[in-house]
């Protein structure tokens, strides 16, 4: 029958870093608070179909000790999701969302890469994908997705400074398997298929080591006890 579920949570997170460029030299200190305030809704509206809708206000607050210097970032992001199950081992599912990532403290201050400009890395995504189960314990999936993302952050090799792509489009699907072999043990495993283009001053260019074919795999066990 119909039903509402609403969630909610609040998540505060404080990191600290200090960066000495040189033997002797003062050290610079810097603090960075991101808060999250994820607001969700399930509605059930009957035994087949699904409506999760929700957003996230997303903040980060940074300062320089030793200089003074502050920064602030606010980001709204709104999600909705559509899960339709015709019969019970079958279920589609199609989504729209927009994601924000504030760069992390390795992104801004890492002595090889880092790069304390970095703008936040911003995602309009859209998913759609079907799941069936072969049996109680075997599962296929299929989804594909299509991200529009501004800032990309980025970076071409291992030591290169860290960068914001201006636009970039990432598209592709995923086809992964799960067995659940016993009650407390698990097989899993993907297949990836992407294509990751710069789309920055019109252009269309692959981004490099960006993996086009992507496999994973693992076992997940559960000591019973």
Do not use: C
């Amino acid at each position: 029958g119909e039903s509402h579920l609403f969630k909610s949570a609040l998540r505060f997170r404080r990191d600290a870093h200090r960066q000495q460029k040189d033997i002797g030299e003062d050290w610079r200190r810097y603090n960075i608070n991101t808060l999250s305030l994820p607001l969700e809704g399930e509605w059930t509206i009957d035994n087949h179909l699904t409506l999760v809708y929700g957003a996230s206000l997303d903040t980060m607050f940074f300062k320089a000790e030793s200089t003074g210097e502050e920064k602030s970032k606010l980001a709204v992001n709104p999600q909705v999701s559509l899960l339709w199950s015709p019969l019970k081992q079958l279920r589609f599912k199609g989504s729209v969302s927009l994601k924000t990532r504030f760069p992390s403290m390795k992104e801004l201050f890492s002595s090889t890469s880092g790069n304390p400009d970095l703008d936040p890395m911003k995602n309009t995504g859209l998913e759609a994908g079907v799941e069936y189960m072969l049996s109680d314990r075997l599962t296929i999936g299929l989804v594909g997705f299509h991200n529009n993302i501004r800032d990309l952050i980025n970076r071409v090799k291992k030591n290169d400074p860290y960068i914001n792509i201006d636009k970039a489009l990432f598209k592709g699907f995923e086809l992964d398997l799960n067995w659940q072999w016993t009650p407390l043990n698990r097989f899993y495993a993907a297949y990836t298929r992407l294509h990751a283009l710069d789309k920055s001053d019109g252009g269309n260019s692959y981004i490099q080591y960006r993996p086009k074919h992507k496999l994973d795999a693992g076992v997940f066990v559960q000591l019973p006890s």
